[in-house]
T-cell receptor, first 113, second 111 residues
Framework: DGGITQSPKYLFRKEGQNVTLSCEQN?????MYWYRQDPGQGLRLIYY???????QKGDIAEGYSVSREKKESFPLTVTSAQKNPTAFYLC????????????FGDGTRLSIL | GQQLNQSPQSMFIQEGEDVSMNCTSS?????WLWYKQDPGEGPVLLIA?????ELTSNGRLTAQFGITRKDSFLNISASIPSDVGIYFC???????????FGTGTRLTIIP
């Protein structure tokens, strides 16, 4: 089945440690996105990529990094510079053409040990 | 960034009741999307609206793209237990894939 796969489902980080969240899609979508969701809040955009080897900062990019070496993959690294990383992280993709809706994975919940 | 005001923040209803929620924006959007999120999962697209005044249904769900292009409405008729969850609106500008999300409406069904 076509879809977006995020892994792991749950992730724990120690202080000062970088962690990487995986996002893979087999929908042949050009654009991919990372969002952060905190309790009682909407989704906030961290980074997005409209094409391979290119990505742009979203509204809350500080403390995060991404890469887009393959069309199918858009991993997110939460660095030690992100002082409040505990959140639910959602990856999405879209065809990349204007007005095409985004489809989401099932998320990764990151917690601090 | 742009802000979307979504209301109400939460709703407590009995099974079988109809539900209405809305989103308003200070900016004009070209596309309005409605998503539903269950606990611990990602949002699932319910309805996409592309034209001012458009009224679109998906089963018991009906959404409308406001004439001013600054608002959208979602109605759920004859609610059932599986309707429980958080509903998000999102607006999109033409030529820009970025979405702006509302803060969500949490729907709870009282036994």
């Amino acid at each position: 089945d076509g879809g977006i796969t995020q892994s792991p489902k749950y992730l724990f980080r120690k202080e000062g440690q970088n962690v990487t969240l995986s996002c893979e899609q087999n929908l042949n979508h050009d654009a991919m996105y990372w969002y952060r969701q905190d309790p009682g809040q909407g989704l906030r955009l961290i980074y997005y990529s409209q094409i391979v080897n290119d990505f742009q900062k979203g509204d809350i990019a500080e403390g995060y990094s991404v890469s887009r070496e393959k069309k199918e993959s858009f991993p997110l690294t939460v660095t030690s510079a992100q002082k409040n990383p505990t959140a639910f992280y959602l990856c999405a993709s879209s065809r990349g053409v204007s007005n095409q809706p985004q489809h989401f994975g099932d998320g990764t919940r990151l917690s601090i040990l | 960034g742009q802000q979307l005001n979504q209301s109400p923040q939460s709703m407590f209803i009995q099974e079988g009741e109809d539900v209405s929620m809305n989103c308003t924006s200070s900016s004009i959007f070209n596309t309005w999307l409605w998503y539903k999120q269950d606990p611990g999962e990602g949002p699932v697209l319910l309805i996409a609206l592309y034209k001012a005044g458009e009224l679109t249904s998906n089963g018991r769900l009906t959404a409308q793209f406001g004439i001013t292009r600054k608002d959208s409405f979602l109605n759920i008729s004859a609610s059932i237990p599986s309707d429980v969850g958080i509903y998000f609106c999102a607006g999109q500008l033409r030529g820009n894939e970025k979405l702006t999300f509302g803060t969500g409406t949490r729907l709870t069904i009282i036994p």
